[in-house]
C-alpha cells in the first residue's frame, strides 16, 4: 500500500507529492547531535519529529534507510574553538571521551523517549578518509582553493557558475555576501562568504589528522555531505534537521555536493521548527530551559509537577513539525489528561466484543470516516495534531458503547476490529507511545510499586538515606524511574 504523501519540500517552499528514487524504498538522512554535552529538549524536538516521520513512511510500506550521523569533530563555535575540544578541556577528557559520554546519554534519552534507533548511525571522526577525498573532487572541479594549509570553498565563483548557492535557505546571495560575518581565519579566504572545508589545525588543537594540505580537520558541513552520500547515494529522498541547521550547514552541504558532483543532495528537504518555553526561545543563558531530567522530576521552577516522557512526547505529537512548539507547565498538564484519556479509551476499545446481529449504522460510518481521515492527516506532511485530534473524536464513540448511550450493535463487526487495529497502529507503531505502567496480572505491579514507595518514603522518613537511596537506584538499574512531585505525591514510570 503506497498511499499518496504530500511533504512541504524547504526546497521550493512548497507541498508536494512524494515519489521515492526507487519505488518501495526511502533513503534519509538527518543531522544528528554534536555530542560535547547533555541532549537538551530542543534536540529531542526535532529527533522526536523525525522518528514519527521515519515510523509514518515505515507504516506506510515502504523500506527506509534512516541515517542519523553523531558530529564528533569540526563543529566549531562562533570563536573558532572546536565544541568537543572545548568539552573536553573543560571536562578533562580525552575528547573521544567526551564523544562516548554524550553519546551514550543520548542513546539513553532517545530510549527513554521511544525513539527508534536510526538504520546506520556514522560518526564524522570516522569517515576523515572520504572527507578528504571529497576536498579533493572539489578542488579539482575548480570550485575550492588553498591557502596554507586550509581549504576553502569558493562561494563566489561556485555562485556564478550555477545558479544554486541560497535558494533552499531563500537568501538573495546579493544580501548574502554583504551580511556575511566573518569567522576565523578570515584573512585567508577570498571572499568572506566562503567556508572552510579542510581547516589547519592551531598547534593546541587536539583532533588533527594528516591530508594532503596540512595537519587539520574536516570543516564542519563536509560530514553530512560524506557520509549522506555515501551510505543513501548521490542523490537521495529525504534530507532533515532543525531549521536553524538552513544556514549556513544545509545550504553549505548542498554547495560541497554540487561541488563535488554537480547534483543536488536530496530531493526533499524537511525542517523541523524550534521549541520555545512560555512563549521565549528555550535559551540556557537566560535561565529559560528545562532539562529532560527536571521536566521528569519536576524539579524546576518552570513546572509545578513531574512529567513522564510518554506525557512529553504526546504534549510534541500536539503541534506539527513545522511549526514552533511551545513548552508550559499548563500546556504539559492538558498532555497528561489527553495521554491518559487517549490510553484509556484504547484499553476499553480492546475490550468490545464484536455483536453477532450487529447492522453498521452511522456510528460505523462516521468511526469509519474519522480513522481514514486521521491517516489522511498523517499523510498530508505528517500531521500529528490533526490526527490526533480526529483519534478524540472517536474516543466518546468509544466511551458512549461503554456506557451505554451509543448501542454496540451499531458497530459492525469489521469497522470494530479495523478501529482496534487503526488505534494501536497510531498510538504504539507511528506516535510511538508507550504504556507507562508495566502492570502486571491484576496490577500486581502497580501493587509492588505502591509498596516499594512506602517503604521508600518511610526510610526518608526515618532519615535512613542508605535504604531509600538503594530503592532508587536498584529502580533505576530497572529502568523504572521515580518521580516525587511537589505536593508529596510519588509516582513511577518505566523508561
Ligand atoms: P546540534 O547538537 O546543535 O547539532 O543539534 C542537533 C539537532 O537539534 C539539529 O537538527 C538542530 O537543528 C536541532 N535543534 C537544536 N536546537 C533546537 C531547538 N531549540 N528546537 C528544535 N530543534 C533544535
Ligand atoms: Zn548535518
Avoid at 557520509?227 to 537521495?236: A, D, I, P
Avoid at 531509600?468 to 516525587?484: H, N, P, S, V
Wanted: hydrophobic share 35%.
Amino acid at each position: 500500500m503506497k498511499q499518496e504523501l504530500v511533504l512541504y519540500n524547504s526546497l521550493n517552499r512548497k507541498k508536494e507529492t512524494f515519489k521515492p528514487i526507487e519505488e518501495g524504498y526511502i533513503g534519509m538522512y538527518v543531522c544528528g547531535p554534536t555530542v560535547y554535552s547533555d541532549v537538551h529538549l530542543g534536540n529531542v524536538r526535532t529527533f522526536v519529529s523525525f522518528d514519527i516521520i521515519y515510523r509514518y513512511l515505515k507504516y506506510l510500506g515502504y523500506t527506509v534507510r534512516y541515517v542519523r550521523n553523531i558530529t564528533d569533530v569540526g563543529h566549531l563555535l562562533d570563536d573558532g574553538t572546536d565544541r568537543i575540544s572545548k568539552g573536553a578541556r573543560a571536562e578533562k577528557l580525552e575528547p573521544m571521551e567526551v564523544v562516548q559520554k554524550y553519546t551514550l546519554g543520548f542513546h539513553d534519552m532517545m530510549r527513554i523517549f521511544n525513539s527508534e534507533p536510526p538504520s546506520i548511525e556514522p560518526r564524522a571522526s570516522g569517515h576523515i578518509l572520504e572527507q578528504i577525498e571529497m576536498v579533493q573532487q572539489i578542488l579539482d572541479n575548480g570550485l575550492a582553493y588553498e591557502k596554507n594549509g586550509s581549504v576553502y570553498f569558493d562561494v563566489e565563483k561556485f555562485a556564478k557558475e550555477q545558479d544554486v548557492y541560497g535558494k533552499l535557505s531563500g537568501r538573495v546571495i546579493e544580501d548574502l555576501f554583504s551580511e556575511t560575518r566573518e569567522l576565523k581565519n578570515q584573512g585567508e579566504k577570498k571572499h568572506p562568504a566562503d567556508f572552510a572545508i579542510w581547516m589547519k589545525a592551531a598547534p593546541d588543537h587536539l583532533m588533527r589528522w594528516n591530508s594532503p594540505w596540512s595537519e587539520g580537520f574536516p570543516g564542519w558541513h563536509l560530514e553530512c555531505s560524506v557520509m549522506s552520500t555515501k551510505y543513501l547515494g548521490t542523490t537521495f529522498d529525504i534530507h532533515g534537521g532543525g531549521n536553524d541547521l538552513k544556514f549556513p550547514h544545509h545550504e553549505n552541504e548542498v554547495a560541497q555536493n554540487f561541488g563535488a558532483c554537480k547534483c543536488q543532495p536530496a530531493n526533499f528537504w524537511l525542517h523541523t521548527n524550534m521549541l520555545l518555553m512560555n512563549g521565549r526561545k528555550m535559551s540556557k543563558s537566560d535561565g529559560n530551559t528545562i532539562s529532560p531530567e527536571e521536566l521528569f522530576t519536576g524539579e524546576s521552577p518552570h513546572v509545578s509537577q513531574g512529567y513522564s516522557p510518554m506525557v512529553v512526547r504526546f504534549f510534541m505529537l500536539q503541534t506539527h513539525y513545522r511549526s514552533t512548539m511551545d513548552l508550559s507547565d499548563e500546556a504539559l498538564k492538558a498532555s497528561e489528561k489527553g495521554y491518559k484519556r487517549l490510553m484509556e479509551a484504547r484499553k476499553t476499545l480492546q475490550g468490545f466484543q464484536a455483536v453477532q446481529s450487529a447492522s453498521a449504522g452511522t456510528v460505523d460510518e462516521e468511526i469509519s470516516k474519522l480513522l481514514d481521515q486521521a491517516l489522511e492527516h498523517m499523510s498530508d506532511d505528517f500531521n500529528t495534531p490533526m490526527a490526533l485530534a480526529r483519534m478524540f473524536e472517536v474516543v466518546p464513540k468509544i466511551n458512549g458503547i461503554r456506557d451505554g448511550h451509543i448501542k454496540a450493535e451499531e458497530l459492525s463487526a469489521e469497522t470494530l476490529d479495523r478501529t482496534k487495529k487503526v488505534f494501536d497502529d497510531f498510538i504504539f507503531d507511528i506516535f510511538g507511545l508507550q504504556e507507562e505502567m508495566a502492570s502486571g496480572k491484576d496490577g500486581t505491579t502497580d501493587g509492588l510499586m505502591q509498596l516499594v514507595i512506602e517503604l521508600r518514603n518511610h526510610a526518608r522518613s526515618q532519615k535512613d538515606w542508605g535504604t531509600a537511596d538503594k530503592i532508587r537506584d536498584t529502580l533505576k538499574e530497572l529502568e523504572i524511574q521515580l518521580k516525587d512531585a511537589k505536593g508529596g505525591d510519588t509516582t513511577w514510570v518505566k523508561a
